[in-house]
């Protein structure tokens, strides 16, 4: 490809090619955009990639390679899964599929695909019937990477029903499935992606209280990783050491690996895998009795993960919070369920709901530890459903002296409650718009200069 394509953002050459040669290096040109795109975080690689595949589909329709146009589909169809368009992924592979009627890779490549999207969006029970609805296909497959994946994601899919349902028996067929992954990816000598499904297994294995075992599995995924020099995966590998770690009840050992993945994780530029990190960093900490240290980290991978969109991680961080963080001020913990609420709620995932609901009874259990019995049973008896009434009025008198204290700055004020400038600038206009008369006039920032921007910065 380097003689006829420069890279990402440049138009491969294709003139005087044959159409179907042509329609190759364009699909080819194509998948690398879209597939370096995500790595380096490119706003536009992914409308570039659709671009380039879709010329490459009207070539080969144009020679009447139907086979290859439906397979080009399927790269599209990934293009939108990695811009979040889940359900127009998901019309693409099915519209492909139907042309795909051959028993062969093409066909099980976009299945696999159509598992991914489906674990995107959390339908773990569909990623299931897929996988064992295709069993015939994926065993007449001769191609031993794509067996692997095939035993890889059903192992994914058994893991996470095992994890919302609580069905141990499906972690024991998923253990299983991994050792298939793994042996196809030895046979096929694929170090990257055994040390995937070592890193995988070993998190399963500590599910069943098998910590021997699992610390096995990641001493193995460590030494791969260490081989092809992948530090990104290397450190990846050391937060779920800190999971295997918190599992085991040892929160010092866990601190200190979930500290070391998370700085080797910043420094990579991989903030959204920094953000779980973190999470398990302040899990760790909480557990040794650092509190204020945990509250700081888990605020930190909230604030990391708003920074870079993924919402669903951010209200992971602010369930957390709540959870391990013990003395949660009243409205640092209604903030925290507000956002983690927000964010959470439509999860199908059963054991996050379930901890929503926990969540929501610390609150409650919060918020009438500041009544007396007596004023708790009047407020309830004469106003129901006033509950909410009495959080807000504890949250709005907190935020009122913060903001006295503070001579009405909301970056100062954020900071003695607990909070960042963002949430608690959203809470005030969201839940307490009277307060807006407290704050700094935001149009003293107006004339600032573009310097003084770049020195706050």
Known sequence: MRRLWRGVGHR????????????????????????IGSKTRNQTSQETAKNLISESIAYFEGVGD????????????????????????????????????????????????????????????????????????????????????????????????GNSEQRTEYFRRAVAEFQKADECYRLAR??????????????????LARYKEAHKSLDEARRLAVNFKD?????????????????????????????????????????????GALI?????????????????????????????GVLDRAGLAALTLIEEVEDLSPSTMQAAYDRAHEWLSKSGNQEILFRL???????AS?????????????????????LQDR?????????TQALAQANGSVTHAASSLGLSYQALAYIIAARHKDLLKERSPVRRRRGRSATDLKQTK
Not at 191 to 205: E, I, M, Q, T, Y
Not at 296 to 305: D, G, K
Not at 357 to 363: D, F, R, S, V, Y
Not at 366 to 386: D, N, W, Y
């Open 280 to 308: 398990t960093q302040g899990i760790a900490s909480a557990r040794s009795g650092k509190l204020e240290r945990a509250q700081f980290i888990l605020q930190r991978a909230y604030e990391m993960a708003i920074q870079v």
């Open 12 to 35: 491969p050459e294709i003139e005087g090619l044959h159409p179907p040669v042509a329609a190759e290096v364009l699909l080819c040109a194509g998948i690398l955009t879209g597939w």
């Open 391 to 399: 959080v807000l009025n504890v949250e709005r008198e907190m935020i």
């Open 66 to 161: 139907q086979k290859k146009a439906a397979a080009a589909r399927t790269e599209i169809a990934y293009c939108y899964w990695r811009d979040g368009d889940l359900d127009e992924a998901r019309i693409m592979l099915r519209a492909a599929l139907q042309k795909l009627t051959t028993v062969g890779t093409s066909r099980a490549r976009a299945l696999l695909k159509l598992t991914t999207v489906e674990f995107s969006a959390s339908r773990y029970h569909e990623m299931l019937k897929i996988l064992t609805d295709n069993a015939v296909l994926f065993a007449k497959i001769n191609d031993l990477t794509t067996k692997g994946v095939y035993h890889g994601q059903l192992a994914i899919a058994l893991r996470n029903i």
């Open 190 to 207: 694929n170090p990257v992606f055994r040390a995937d499904v070592k890193n995988n297994a070993a998190l399963l294995l500590a599910n």
């Open 357 to 363: 609901n926990q969540a929501a009874g610390k609150l």
């Open 366 to 386: 919060c918020v009438r530890g500041e009544l007396s019995a007596e004023q708790a049973t009047e407020i309830l008896l004469s106003k129901p459903g006033s």
């Open 231 to 275: 530090k990104v995966r290397v450190s990846q590998i050391d937060g779920s050491r800190a999971e295997v770690f918190l599992a085991q009840g040892k929160p010092q050992k866990a601190e200190i690996a979930a500290r070391r993945a998370a700085s080797a994780l910043e420094k990579s530029g991989q903030q959204i895998l920094t953000v």
